[in-house]
């Protein structure tokens, strides 16, 4: 299956996809992920992206197109992927339907991940992410890891992301209403998007993101 997860920062699209991806036996592509692996790798990519981040702007579209269609194009990608943060807007979106089009394929759904501004500012003030690798997620009390400041899965060190300033987080805000969710109509009328209430616990979350993706 060939996915996109949308949804506003904090909503849950990194842990979701964790656990739908593990399900589906598909990769989870994640250009968030992606940029900051490049940065803590100290890459020109990384150096490039590190200052949009920060900000809670949108990186480039040049930049981010080509990175997001070399990882596709990779072999563990050929049976399907979970995108979770791209596209982010409709121009990426255009590229993305002309990258799959010119393979002979096309998307199967694009899940809407729907919480309200309220929730998602608290999920993004306690969130702790793994140095090693930025899709491993806790949140100092919907789900404290098992030792404070540590990964469970592999032992890093757990850190504040550099966009969850409160300055950061609300020009992320904005840039989703002003350039992301145009995306969600731009798949509606490709009758792909399923709108996925995503208050509660995780597990509830990925059940109804699962069932959506039965229909
Ligand atoms: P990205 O890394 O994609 O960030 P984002 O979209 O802002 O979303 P987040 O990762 O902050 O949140 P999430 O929805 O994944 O939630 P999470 O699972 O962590 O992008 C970062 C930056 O990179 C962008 O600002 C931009 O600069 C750049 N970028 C990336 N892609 C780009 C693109 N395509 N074009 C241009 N630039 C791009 O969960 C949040 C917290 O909530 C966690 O603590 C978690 O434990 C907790 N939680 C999750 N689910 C629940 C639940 N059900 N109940 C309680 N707590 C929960
Ligand atoms: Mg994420």
């Not at 209430?197 to 995780?202: F, I, K, N, S, T």
Request: glycine share 8%; with cysteine.
């Amino acid at each position: 299956m060939r996915i996109v997860l949308v949804g506003p920062p904090g909503a849950g699209k990194g842990t979701q996809a964790t656990v739908l991806a593990k399900t589906l036996s598909i990769p989870h592509i994640s250009t968030g992920d992606l940029f900051r692996a490049n940065i803590s790798q100290g890459t020109e990519l990384g150096r490039r992206a590190k200052a949009f981040m920060d900000a809670g702007d949108l990186v480039p579209d040049e930049v981010t197109i080509s990175m997001a269609k070399d990882r596709m194009e990779q072999a563990d990608a050929a049976g399907g992927f979970l995108l979770d943060g791209f596209p982010r807007n409709v121009s990426q979106a255009e590229a993305l339907d002309v990258m799959l089009k010119a393979e002979g394929m096309s998307l199967d759904a694009v899940l809407d991940l729907e919480v309200e501004e309220d929730e998602v500012v608290k999920r993004l003030a306690g969130r702790r992410t793994c140095r090693n690798d930025s899709s491993h997620i806790f949140h100092v009390a919907y789900r404290p890891p098992k030792v404070e400041g540590v990964c469970d899965i592999d032992g890093g060190e757990l850190y504040v992301r550099e966009d969850q300033t409160e300055d950061a987080v609300r020009n992320r805000l904005d840039v989703y209403h002003t350039q992301t969710e145009p995306i969600i109509d731009y798949y509606k009328a490709q009758g792909l998007v399923s709108t996925i209430p995503a208050l509660g616990e995780v597990k509830d979350v990925t059940q109804r993101a699962m069932d959506a993706l039965k229909k």
